[in-house]
């Protein structure tokens, strides 16, 4: 079982920038499809996007397609994500996991995989 940690969150104004970290301890993420999901309250568990094992291809949420991108540096353990032109609506609690991926919009956690997660708030 991966344990994994979130870090990068905070507050930014409307049309800025934040850079998500998700670390591994110890173990390479390499072997691992790895996807970011948020939820705001009260709301339903968002998937955002999501980069997988086998030949590092990516996938992205509707909403935030063009605005976000994931990456992965197996040296370092981490996957990354980069969030650009943030608006209020992207305001949540975001946490990584690693998951199985079934489709382009279909990518499932494995169990106890997800972090404690980071907060992302947008807000001027």
């Known amino acids: 079982q991966v344990h994994l940690v979130e870090s990068g969150g905070g507050l930014v104004q409307p049309g800025g920038s934040l850079r998500l970290s998700c670390a591994s301890s110890?173990?390479?993420?390499?072997?691992?499809?790895v996807a970011w999901f948020r939820q705001a309250p009260g709301k339903e568990r968002e998937g955002v996007s999501c980069?997988?094992?086998?030949?590092?291809?990516?996938y992205y949420g509707g909403s935030v397609k063009g605005r976000f991108t994931i990456s992965r540096d197996n040296s370092n353990h981490a996957v990354y994500l980069q969030m650009d032109n943030l608006k209020p609506e992207d305001s949540a609690i975001y946490y990584c996991?690693?998951?199985?991926?079934?489709?382009?919009?279909?990518?499932?956690?494995?169990?106890?995989?997800r972090g404690q997660g980071t907060q992302v708030t947008v807000s001027s």
């Open positions: 996991a690693t998951v199985t991926v079934y489709s382009d919009t279909v990518w499932i956690p494995d169990f106890g995989s």
């Open positions: 980069i997988s094992k086998s030949d590092g291809r990516t």
């Open positions: 110890g173990v390479t993420l390499a072997y691992y499809s």
